[in-house]
């Protein structure tokens, strides 16, 4: 296959993003530099982009730090998407549930249809954790209350929270196993608060950490096993 080729199929960017990333020396097959877009690959070669493996796209599961402002759809008339700040397409990675426009933090990325089912099976709980900044202040009588079964309206009832506490940076910490419309937000209209930024931190056994916003990266095997077994995948 052509070098150039396998960057595309491998998600490095576009024909022209790739053309740029070799005539800017950031690629190399088997420890030599590669400009020229034409080389063919020998089986087996070591490709490498800024010192880092690429790999064939295979099944990928990836961590993205979705900014605010982007909504988490595969194409919208009007709205910008996530994949106005991705270096590929819905053909390549779907998102694994949703998170609202005004809300950051970690999204899992998929091409594992399988993995995504689970994830977002309601029957399945899987623990996504958040940080939310509310106002007016809240109390701690407010924050247990989202320990308990909560009317968050149109008939819909929540599970309790594992986890419900006030950070010292005066966030709540909110574990939850569902993922309804806005649950956060609504969660926390509830008990008499509106929500001023949301973050989600955690999915499963995955944290978004210090990945930076708009960025992305493969999960570790770890964690990628983690995430599978957690859905029942892998016993
Ligand atoms: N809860 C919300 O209210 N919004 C999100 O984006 C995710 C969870």
Known sequence: MRLDRYLREAGCGTRSEVQRLMRDG????????????????????????????????GLRVMAFHKPVGLITAVRDANLPTIYEVLPFGPDRMLPVGRLDRATE?????????????????????????????????????AVSRLREPLD?????????????????????????????????RRMLKAV??????????????????DLPVSGHRDLTEEEERGLRSETGLLK
């Open 26 to 57: 950031r690629v190399e097959v088997d420890g030599v530099r590669i400009r020229e877009r034409g080389v063919q690959l020998r089986a087996g070669a070591t490709v490498m982009l800024d010192g880092k493996v690429v790999r064939p796209w």
């Open 192 to 209: 008499g608060h509106e929500v001023k930024r949301l973050q989600r931190t955690r999915v499963g056994c995955v944290h978004l950490g």
């Open 105 to 141: 933090g970690l999204l899992i990325l998929t091409n594992d249809g399988t993995l995504l089912h689970r994830l977002t099976d309601p029957k399945r709980h899987v623990e996504k954790e958040y940080l939310a900044w509310v106002e007016p202040e809240i109390r701690e009588d």
């Open 152 to 184: 968050i309206g149109r008939g819909e009832i929540t599970r309790p929270a594992v986890l419900a506490e006030l950070t010292d940076a005066g966030a709540v910490r909110l574990i939850i196993t569902e993922g309804k419309n806005h649950q956060v």
